[in-house]
């Protein structure tokens, strides 16, 4: 039986998080009530007239900067004539010959693909290359009842980007790990929230398969209403067995949208695919073409960070490894976070802190199904912890409690070290007491110390510790059992 290849391609739409809409002055908010955030530009009236939002092409360049991409001298506005039941004008103001931003390319982050997959990545480091990003605007939200269809024109003029991909991704778990890498970067750079729930980031995606050999790719078949990332894996591993086996049965598949229903498991035919010129596009009149080179100065120097780069710095600054720094940048807001616990106490070693972040923090969150900013600790509070146990104040069990009590309540670590009497006894005199005694009563784990068995200073060790209650010092407990025994 003949192999089959996959080919596929995305094409993302993002809401980017301006103010107001692409070409008017209306708020862009969420579930406000409908039709209140609207006005006759982007209602359509006759005689409206569109005004460019200035900060929508900015976010957009800064996204292109950000993913390696080109910014053509000119770029300028068209409109795209489609039906749109939710768009008053009945034609869209996108973008086709002259985009913002051509090429580039989305990094695969490791940690971006699904956990089931991480260990058996197929292309490790992989880039997907970008053909172009675009600029235009959102349509209005139908919802459909058993009497017809309501209409709310709120979102109807939010500035939209597209980031159209070449059809360079192998397989569903890539295409999983290029949306969550996309989102990261995306967040990193504070141009949009890219919360799939809100609507916030949308993508369909096209998908063809061809038999082994064969160059030219297959009938490209476009998925439409995906409202998820995990949604986008089921439904290609959905297509790509569908479009196999008819390929097997000796069909012929044809160039064709499908949309997802997620509740059936299965991708259902809704029309086959027009091409760009059934779009019927032409240069906007009332829009002139814009000279990009100002504004592309100006973003530069606001370039984030990104996620890769936070890696190696992470473990180049603060001695944690690479599967910890991959962790910790893995959300723009828990890299903050880490990095704001290791600014509170500069004294505590970085890798301790990422421990505790990524061990009790993240741990303790994922039970109780909760996200970072619901922590009741704060980033100088676990600075404190973590110092106490390297100062040798509490021990590692102790500290797990207080970890426990801060979590619960958000009260200080000193509050709850003082109120549970975990402060560690460090004075040489009593400890000195504790640990004659224990050597008394043991003489025969002496001489095995003595004889070079290491492992019975830590029985020693815990004798101390019980000795004293549990509050003695363990480091200092240590060293002054091997200097009075001599071992």
């Not at 059934?278 to 530069?300: E, G, W």
């Not at 009590?405 to 009260?411: C, K, N, Q, V």
């Not at 815990?462 to 003695?472: D, E, I, L, T």
Request: glycine share 6%; charged share 25%.
């Amino acid at each position: 039986m003949p192999k089959y290849i996959t080919t596929i391609g995305l094409e993302v739409h993002v809401q980017l998080n301006t103010r107001s809409k692409m070409f008017c002055a209306c708020a862009v908010e969420y579930e406000q009530p409908p039709n209140t955030r609207t006005c006759p530009v982007c209602l359509g009236l006759p005689g409206a007239l569109p005004v460019l939002n200035l900060a929508a092409i900015e976010k957009t360049i800064l996204t292109g900067l950000m993913l390696g991409c080109a910014t053509p001298e000119i770029s300028k506005w068209d409109r795209k004539n489609y039906f749109y039941p939710d768009m008053p004008k009945n034609y869209q103001l996108s973008q086709f010959d002259l985009p913002l931003c051509l090429g580039g390319g989305v990094p695969l982050y490791d940690f971006a693909y699904p956990k089931d997959h991480q260990k058996n990545i197929q292309h490790p480091g992989k880039v997907v290359k970008l053909t172009r990003i675009h600029l235009e605007e959102d349509v209005g939200k139908s919802t459909h009842t058993g009497s017809g269809t309501l209409l709310d024109f709120n979102r109807a003029g939010t500035p939209l980007m597209e980031i159209v991909s070449e059809p360079d991704i192998d397989s569903s778990e890539e295409a999983v790990a290029y949306l969550n890498s996309l989102r990261q970067i995306l967040i990193y750079g504070g141009v949009s929230d890219a919360d799939m729930e809100k609507g916030q980031m949308r993508c369909d995606v096209n998908v063809s398969v061809r038999p082994e050999g064969q160059k030219e790719l297959g009938a490209k078949i476009e998925l439409k209403n995906i409202n998820s990332v995990s949604a986008v894996r089921r439904a290609l591993h959905h297509e790509v067995e569908r479009q196999t086996e008819a390929l097997q049965r000796g069909e012929k598949l044809i160039q064709s949208t499908r949309r997802w229903d997620d509740d059936r498991a299965e991708t259902q035919l809704m029309r086959t695919k027009e091409d760009a010129h059934d779009y019927r596009y032409f240069p906007d009149p009332d829009l002139l073409p814009i000279r990009t080179a100002p504004i592309l100065a100006r973003v530069k120097q606001h370039v984030p960070e990104l996620p890769h780069e936070k890696c190696a710095r992470f473990v180049t600054d603060y001695s944690v490894s690479a599967y910890d720094a991959n962790v910790l940048a893995s959300e723009k807001a828990l890299a903050d976070w880490f990095e704001q616990a290791i600014a509170a106490d500069p004294k505590v070693p970085g890798k301790k802190i990422a421990n505790w972040v990524i061990n009790e923090l993240l741990g303790h969150l994922n039970a109780n199904d909760a996200q970072l900013v619901d922590s009741r600790i704060q980033p100088a509070a676990l600075s404190e912890l973590v110092a106490a146990v390297e100062g040798g104040k509490i021990s590692n069990n102790q500290a797990k409690e207080v970890f426990e009590e801060m979590f619960a309540s958000g009260s200080a670590p000193a509050a709850i070290i003082k109120q549970k009497g975990f402060e560690q006894v460090s004075d040489s005199g009593a400890l000195e007491k504790f640990c004659e005694e224990v050597i008394a009563a043991n003489p025969a784990k002496v001489e095995e110390l003595k004889g070079g068995n290491e492992k019975v200073l830590n029985w020693l060790t815990g004798q101390v510790m019980k000795a004293s209650g549990g509050k003695a010092n363990p480091k200092l407990v240590s060293e002054l059992l091997r200097a009075k025994i001599g071992a």
